[in-house]
Each structure stands twice: as structure tokens, then as C-alpha cells.
């Protein structure tokens, strides 16, 4: 959803006839793979109506192997009908629940980012992921996108970098680096870097997940303001770069006939969505826990209530 949002922006005024062209150098660049369990899989194959994607960021590309294979990042990325807003729903990571048995592993309670993990990380780990969110909410998926985060740092290099808030001074656990308060120029390093954080932020998990919102609307934004149309060889080398740091499963749908229908999408229509949940410890692990099963949030997702949820509960929604 991230690489069609740039691309909508970057493409944006083109006539019908030059986005289809464009459109399909861009599908050419990025890699197509079977991302959701089949249980979380819509059966429709049309863009009619309400959509729910589900995109899970990752330093690392699919297909990697090593013991560092945890989804840093889980979104669940709804569009109402009429494709005029998008609702970034942000899943803890240390969210407990109940991982499916797959690939060996024997299921159980665990943090929701292992499901990558013991999925094997990839497109069988994004399967057990995906598994795991369905057996949760209930939400079946219209497609589903893996992001290599380290990828995107060229992408927000080509933009000319973000312009990113901060609202409260944190020192990198990374790499050292004091990001203080106030509205700052970054470039793709300084900002990966500064929305991995959450330790000493007053919101812990709950501010990097804001933050990581956060940078989504602001690579639109630079994309929107870089006028990259009247520079080709920059506008190519840009998608190129959005479509190698994707992998997506599109249910079926030509991304190009995707882009087409979420043209009318606009940057200022994102709203950020927080999961009523609580930090817990459990037999001294931290984790986080739903309150009163997500406060009616997934059944909103389910049945295409979101609007009106977010009116009702203004406490975990953010304009971005």
C-alpha cells in the first residue's frame, strides 16, 4: 500500500493513457509472491468496497535466512468505500496471542512479531502472520505487502530526504544519535533510524508506532512536493527503487488496475489508528494485551465500521 501511495502521488495528474505505461515498468520492478494464508484470504478478486490490506515491515528481504527474522513493523492498512481515506492501523509487536502451528513450529502463546519468526520469515513467514491476525480478528485480507525498510532509505534519499517532528528527545539505541525536539530535515538513515525507537519515549512501543505513521505520510508528502514528472530519469529511478524494496500479493489484482482505482486517495486522508491495549508483564515478560478484545476495532475492520468507530473513540485515532 506504501509503494502504490508513492506511486499514486509520483503519477498523479498523469493522463490514463501514460500512468498504464508508467505502471507497467513499476509492476515489472516488484516481486509477486503468495504472502497470506489462504484462511486470511479474501475470495474476491475485485476492488469493490472496503479494503483491508495487511503490510509487515522488515530490515531484512524476504527470503533471508538468520535468527533475526521478527517483523519490526504490522499494519493494517483499511480503505473505505469510496477509496477517499485510509485508516493505518498499527499492531503492537509485543502483542500477546495465539500463533497457528507451521513449518515445525508446534503454535502457542507468543509475541505477535515471532509469527514471522517461526514462520520462517519470507513469504511462509508473512503466511503464518497473516494466519495468526485472522485467527485474532477475524479480518480477511484483499492483499498484502512485505517491505524491506532498509530498501527504503534509498527511496527517502531520492526524495530528498522527510521532514519528521519530534515530539520528545531521544538518543538512538542503535547508533547513538540525539534526535531533539522540533521538525527536522532527514535522510533515509536519520529517519529508519529514529522510528525504531522506543525506549525512554514517554508512549514506549505505542510513540514508535505513531512515528512509524508518521514517516509513511511524510515520504508522500516528499514525494507530492519533489515534482518528480518533470524529471524522468529521477521519477524512474525512484519507482524502481519503491518496486525492489516490495514484495506484494495482490489477491489476484493487477497493481496496475490497483493504482488506477486508489488514484482519488489523498495523502491528507490518512488517519493513524492505535489497538486499545495495555502494557502487561507476564512470568516477568513484557508484553501487551488487548483491552476488552480491542474495544470493538476489529469488528469495525470486519464489517466497514471504521469511520464510525473512529468517531466514537477520538482517544485512539491520529490525523497524520
Excluded at 1 to 27: E, I, P, Q
Excluded at 115 to 130: I, K, P, R, T, V
Aim: proline share 5%.
Amino acid at each position: 500500500m506504501l509503494g502504490v501511495g508513492l506511486a499514486l502521488v509520483l503519477l498523479a495528474g498523469l493522463a490514463v493513457a501514460g500512468l498504464k505505461t508508467l505502471s507497467h515498468r513499476y509492476d515489472r520492478t516488484v516481486t509477486k509472491e503468495q504472502l497470506l494464508d489462504p484462511d486470511a484470504r479474501t475470495a474476491r478478486t475485485d476492488l469493490d468496497g472496503p479494503l483491508n490490506y495487511l503490510l509487515v515491515g522488515s530490515d531484512r528481504r524476504p527470503g533471508d535466512s538468520g535468527p533475526d527474522q521478527r517483523s519490526d513493523t504490522i499494519l493494517i492498512v483499511h480503505v473505505p468505500a469510496g477509496q477517499r481515506e485510509a485508516y493505518l492501523v498499527s499492531i503492537p509487536r509485543d502483542l500477546l496471542v495465539a500463533i497457528p502451528p507451521a513449518n515445525g513450529f508446534g503454535g502457542g502463546q507468543d509475541k505477535i512479531n515471532a509469527a514471522y519468526e517461526h514462520g520462517g520469515g519470507g513469504q511462509a513467514g508473512a503466511q503464518l502472520l497473516s494466519a495468526t491476525l485472522h485467527r485474532l480478528t477475524g479480518i480477511q485480507f484483499d492483499g498484502a505487502a512485505l517491505i524491506d525498510f532498509s530498501g527504503f532509505r534509498k527511496v527517502i534519499d531520492l526524495l530528498g530526504g522527510v521532514q519528521m517532528c519530534v515530539d520528545t528527545e531521544v538518543r538512538s539505541i542503535h547508533t547513538n544519535r540525539v534526535f531533539t525536539t522540533g521538525c527536522h530535515q532527514m535522510d533515509g538513515a536519520q529517519a529508519l533510524d529514529y522510528v525504531r525507537q522506543r525506549y525512554d519515549l514517554p508512549g514506549g512501543d505505542y510513540d514508535r508506532q505513531h512515528h512509524q505513521q508518521q514517516l509513511l505520510r511524510a515520504m508522500l508528502d516528499s514525494a507530492g512536493r519533489a515534482d518528480l514528472r518533470s524529471n524522468p530519469v529521477k521519477l524512474d529511478q525512484v519507482l524502481r527503487a519503491v518496486g525492489s524494496s516490495l514484495t506484494v500479493d495482490t489477491n489476484g489484482v493487477p497493481l496496475e488496475d490497483l493504482l488506477l482505482a486508489l488514484r482519488a486517495l489523498p495523502p491528507d486522508g490518512m488517519r493513524g489508528v492505535q489497538v486499545p491495549s495495555s502494557p502487561q508483564t507476564i512470568d516477568e515478560v513484557s508484553y501487551v494485551v488487548l483491552d476488552n478484545g480491542g474495544n470493538g476495532l476489529f469488528e469495525a475492520l470486519r464489517d466497514t465500521r471504521v469511520p464510525a468507530w473512529a468517531q466514537v473513540n477520538p482517544r485512539w485515532v491520529t490525523r497524520l
